[in-house]
C-alpha cells in the first residue's frame, strides 16, 4: 500500500491537465477510484486516504479553494454511492458464506464474531464513521449492518455523514500540506511520512484493540 501511494503524486501529475488545474476528465477519475474502492468490500488495493490527501495538496498547490469544494462533493457522492452498493453487496455476501466455507471462513473471522456477539447499538454512527477511516473496520460495516438487522434508509443516512466528514478532513489537510512553502518535494516527503505514522500506528494489535473496543458492549 504505501509503495502505491508513494507513486500516487507522479500519478496524478501525469494526468493533471497542462494549465494545471483538473479537468472533467479528472474529476470522473477520482470518482470512479473511490466508488471502487468504497463499493467493494475487499477492495484494499485502493488507498483512498493517500489519494485524497495527495489530491488536496495538488489542490493546495493550485491555491484554489473553489476546486477544494468541487474535490469534497465529487469524493463525498463517490464514496456515498459506493456505500449504497456495499450494503447490498454485504448482504450477497453472507448469502455465499452459507454456501462457500472459503468465503464463510473469512467474512466470520473473530472481529466479526465479537462484533456480532457484542455490538453497542447506540455507536451506530461511530461504527460507521470509523469505517470510512480506518481500513480494517470499513469490510466489517456492511456485514455488520445486515447481520444485526441495520435499516438501509438509517446505514445511508449514517454513511452520508461519514463519507462527506471523511471527504472533507482528508482533502482539507492535503490543501494545508500543499500551501506550505517547503523546498522542492518537502510537501511530498511530510505527506509520505504522515501517512507511513498513521499506517504503522494502526498496524499495532494494541492500538487496534482499542478502536474495536470502542464498538463493542464488552462486560
Not at 19 to 42: K, R
Not at 54 to 59: E, F, L
Not at 107 to 126: E, P, T, V
Not at 186 to 213: D, H, Q, T
Amino acid at each position: 500500500m504505501f509503495m502505491i501511494a508513494a507513486e500516487l503524486p507522479n500519478w496524478i501529475n501525469q494526468i493533471v491537465n497542462v494549465n494545471g488545474s483538473f479537468g472533467l476528465t479528472e474529476f470522473i477519475i477520482f470518482f470512479m477510484l473511490i466508488f471502487i474502492e468504497t463499493g467493494g468490500i475487499f477492495i484494499g488495493w485502493i488507498p483512498g486516504d493517500a489519494l485524497l490527501i495527495t489530491v488536496g495538496s495538488i489542490a493546495g498547490m493550485h491555491h484554489n479553494f473553489t476546486e477544494l469544494g468541487l474535490l469534497i462533493l465529487t469524493f463525498g457522492f463517490a464514496s456515498l454511492l459506493g456505500d449504497a452498493v456495499n450494503y447490498y453487496f454485504g448482504a450477497w455476501l453472507l448469502r455465499q458464506a452459507r454456501r462457500i466455507k472459503f468465503v464463510d471462513r473469512h467474512l466470520n473471522g473473530k472481529l466479526m464474531q465479537r462484533l456480532s456477539a457484542s455490538f453497542h447499538h447506540r455507536r451506530w454512527l461511530l461504527f460507521i464513521v470509523a469505517g470510512r477511516f480506518l481500513p480494517f473496520v470499513r469490510t466489517a460495516v456492511p456485514l455488520t449492518a445486515h447481520q444485526l438487522g441495520l435499516a438501509f434508509v438509517d446505514y445511508i443516512r449514517m454513511a452520508a455523514f461519514a463519507s462527506f466528514v471523511w471527504a472533507t478532513s482528508i482533502l482539507s489537510l492535503g490543501y494545508f500540506f500543499g500551501h506550505l512553502s517547503l523546498p522542492d518535494g518537502g510537501s511530498w516527503w511530510l505527506i509520505g511520512g504522515f501517512l507511513v505514522l498513521v499506517g504503522s500506528a494502526l498496524a499495532l494489535p494494541k492500538v487496534r484493540e482499542r478502536i474495536i473496543k470502542l464498538f463493542l458492549d464488552e462486560k
